[in-house]
């Protein structure tokens, strides 16, 4: 058996070109290129019988079982798909050792950070909201989702919709959290323990928000609470949000539909605050408007007139004429 780190290698590094086939089932995947790595292994964009897919490529036979079973059991969900549907399960034997692979549905769209680029701020509270719906789903099926990053997420459409496209650290409640990334993980910011549970995503939820308002991360300092109050308040996406996040920094939701549902009625205040300047702009518009058709019909009036008198005299001249 090869080094563990040789294995990783040689997973996280394969060519573009390069077959991979299935030992079980036979298919064959022709690497088009990696998607993303972690802890478990590598995605990659391949093509296959079955059109384009994404594959899964791991290390550890036990990590990707655990990964096909939380895809499953996603695809159980109340009826609702909550990451790629499962296309294939098999090993890949290659280098005189066995790799375990699934293929999933490839979500085809835009990392959070390259959809940001082109839409106003308010559509961070929307993509949240999905986000926050999708989470209790899971969290109601006995799961947390761990490793919640942008790296992990995706939005498709439009219609636009935020998508899970790695599983790779889903943990069953109440054990401990077995894959996370220090930006987004509450004990990196001693703000609690790695115990899967819900208010151990809906903090990672949180800090997705703010990684949207500063793309380039920071690392803790000396008072981790200062800091963050200080972002926050000094960003003018994330200020409007401010006493949700710091709800969610606090540990102080119990459930994902709690955060959503107060995310819901901020927005939809912030949406009715607005209202009244669009309908007094409107109304500013009206008088000026009626003015504009009054003057147009007036307009058009005279100018019928003055088509009938000319007509009128041209006849009068005509009849004139004929008597002379």
């Known amino acids: ?27 064959k995947y022709r690497i088009r ?35 096909v079973n939380v895809l499953k059991r996603f695809s159980k969900v109340q009826g609702k798909v909550l990451g790629p549907s499962l296309i294939d399960v098999d090993d890949w034997v290659a280098r005189n050792s066995t790799y375990p692979f699934y293929a999933m549905e490839y979500l085809k769209g835009e990392t959070l950070f390259d959809f940001m680029k082109t839409k106003s701020s308010e559509w961070a509270g929307i993509l949240l909201v999905q986000l926050l719906t999708d989470l209790h789903t899971l969290h109601q099926a006995g799961w947390a989702f761990g490793d919640l990053k942008p790296d992990n997420l995706l939005v498709t459409g439009p219609p636009y919709r935020i998508r899970w496209i790695d599983v790779g650290g889903t943990t069953v409640m ?24 819900p208010s151990y995503d809906l903090f990672s939820a949180g800090m997705v928000m703010v990684n949207l308002a500063y793309p380039s991360r920071f690392s803790k300092n000396g008072d981790p609470n200062k800091q963050m109050q200080a972002k926050i308040t000094g960003s003018p996406m994330l200020k409007p949000y401010a006493s949700i996040l710091e709800k969610a920094w606090n540990g102080k939701y119990r459930y994902a539909e709690e955060m959503r549902n107060e995310l819901v009625l901020l927005l939809n205040a912030r949406d009715k605050a607005r209202s009244p300047k669009k309908q007094s702009q409107q109304a500013s518009q009206q008088p000026a408007s009626r003015q504009a058709q009054k003057k147009k019909k007036s307009s058009f009036i005279t100018e019928t007139f003055l088509v009938f008198t000319f007509v009128f005299v041209v006849y009068l001249f005509y009849m004139l004429g004929q008597t002379m």
């Open 174 to 197: 109440d054990r401990s959290i077995k894959e996370y990334t220090e930006f987004y993980d509450r004990g990196y910011w001693g703000k609690g323990s790695r115990k899967a549970e």
């Open 1 to 27: 058996m090869m080094p563990q780190d040789i294995r990783t290698s040689l997973v996280c590094n394969l060519v573009v070109g390069e077959e991979i086939r299935g030992k079980w089932n036979h298919s």
């Open 33 to 67: 290129r990696r998607l993303g790595y972690g802890a478990t292994g590598a995605v990659y964009l391949a093509d296959s019988d079955r059109g384009v897919v994404a594959l899964k490529i791991g290390h550890d036979q036990m990590s990707i079982t655990s990964e």
